[in-house]
């Protein structure tokens, strides 16, 4: 599974501000990464867009975790800078698959808030030097690494999270090619980068019936990986690359993508494929890439068409 945040091509967009993460965020994110997207929090707060795109397709666990967190006294809209939220595989024969954890970086009142806690009767679990704290009744767990960082999520993605930060299992710093990826991203005030599987997982549902053509599994197993970026300073911005194993599958990708924008424009209300032909799909050294932007009140009309709900997971 890939992260249920904004994962769509060229039709669905995220300036001043960057979402850029600190050497102790990254170090607690495990090495498997399927999907990482990362946010400046507070620029998403001053974007009418952005917070309608929050509001719609943010995960509900996130939700969750933001009102538990400010019952415990945490002033969130303040305090977080960055959020991020990472699908990892885990291979524990025991208990395989993906999991997601989530990790904010700002100034956080780390002893008024486990002051409350105390308060409350609520007691930690201890791994190793960590403390682990349940929020809430959703099964949610959230630990501080320090006053700048903490990571959140079932508790079990927690463990993992912290078992990389502490060395016991390889995080992302050790992910090569995905530290590399992120240097052309981190710069702007919403990206993600995906792996092989998530990438063609993205993909899939962008593409829709087309996925289901024969010369499709020979594109997908050529794909190799994807970065996008959206800014929301002067309205929304859309960016996305899909990397290939060469130039001639890269164009066709390509093909096949406008072949589907143009199927979809012929149903699509006025709005939509106003957003399609501001759509520019092209392909260039074996990458596919797909541009897209319009005004706030464009992007936020357009979060509602049946046409972004297609294509967002």
């Known amino acids: 599974m890939t992260i249920g945040l904004v994962t769509c091509a060229g039709l669905a967009p995220v300036g001043a501000g960057a979402a850029q993460l600190s050497n102790d965020a990254k170090s607690a994110i495990p090495k498997d990464v399927v999907q990482l997207i990362v946010v400046d929090y507070r ?22 975790l933001e009102t538990a967190l400010k019952t415990s006294g945490l002033k969130v809209d303040e305090d977080v800078e960055v959020l991020a939220l990472a699908s990892f595989r885990v291979t524990d024969p025991k208990n395989p698959g993906n999991r997601i954890v989530g990790i904010a970086q700002g100034q956080f009142r780390t002893a008024a808030i ?9 007691k930690p679990l201890m791994l190793r030097n960590n403390s682990i704290y349940p929020l809430g009744a959703g099964g949610e767990s959230v630990a501080f ?107 066709t990708a390509a093909t096949v993508m406008k072949l589907v924008a143009t199927t979809r424009k012929t ?17 260039n050294s074996g990458t596919l890439t797909v541009d897209y932007s319009s005004s706030d009140s464009q992007f936020t009309n357009l979060v509602n068409s049946p046409l972004f709900q297609s294509v967002v997971k």
């Open 43 to 64: 620029a998403l707060q001053n974007s009418t867009a952005a917070m309608t795109l929050k509001d719609r397709y943010f995960p509900p666990g996130l939700k969750q």
């Open 114 to 122: 486990k002051a409350y806690w105390t308060k409350d009767k609520t």
């Open 145 to 251: 690494l320090n006053q700048t960082t903490m990571v959140f999520g079932d508790r079990d993605a927690v463990r993992n999270a912290l078992d990389a930060r502490d060395g016991i299992i390889p995080n992302f710093l050790s992910n090569g090619d995905m530290v590399n990826e992120m240097q052309s991203v981190d710069q702007h005030q919403m990206w993600s980068l995906l792996d092989q599987q998530g990438t063609q997982t993205t993909m899939k549902g962008i593409l829709g019936d087309a996925a289901q053509l024969a010369d499709y599994d020979t594109v997908r197993n050529r794909m190799k990986s994807s970065r996008y970026t959206m800014d929301f300073s002067n309205g929304v911005k859309f960016d996305m690359a899909v990397v290939m194993s060469d130039t001639v599958t890269a164009a």
């Open 267 to 283: 149903g699509g209300s006025p709005l939509e494929k106003t957003a399609l032909d501001d759509t520019i799909i092209d392909s």
